[in-house]
């Protein structure tokens, strides 16, 4: 079964980090491009940011870009998101997806496979 499990979400000031991190037990996990996206209460989700199978290419949304890393080790199967000088407009469920596909997409209808979130909320 297809499945993507979220977690390392949590308060935190805003200025701090935290990095989130995606199990997957898609196989080969190597050979899914994984997203990260999020959703506020009242918006549509937003893409963050995307990494390749292999890890060599990423895009990010331009409101994270120079904050956030993403990266990935397809020996553990986990993808990872690290949340630096977090700002109070960063607060959202975050959510990371998956398809098989070869390129970077930044619209969330191209993603096959999605875990169920994590709250991520920052305070002023």
């Known amino acids: 079964q297809v499945q993507l499990v979220e977690s390392g979400g949590g308060l935190v000031q805003a200025g701090g980090s935290l990095r989130l991190s995606c199990a997957v037990s898609?196989?080969?996990?190597?050979?899914?491009?994984m997203g990260w996206f999020r959703q506020a209460p009242g918006k549509e989700r937003e893409f963050v940011t995307a990494?390749?199978?292999?890890?060599?290419?990423?895009i990010y949304a331009g409101s994270v870009e120079g904050r956030f890393t993403v990266s990935r080790d397809n020996a553990k199967n986990t993808v990872y998101l690290q949340m630096n000088s977090l700002k109070p407009e960063d607060t959202a469920v975050y959510y990371c997806?998956?398809?098989?596909?070869?390129?970077?997409?930044?619209?969330?209808?191209?993603?096959?496979?999605w875990g169920q979130g994590t709250q991520v909320t920052v305070s002023s």
């Open positions: 997806a998956g398809h098989q596909e070869f390129l970077l997409y930044r619209i969330p209808e191209r993603y096959t496979y």
């Open positions: 990494i390749s199978w292999g890890g060599g290419s990423t």
């Open positions: 898609l196989r080969p996990s190597s050979r899914y491009v």
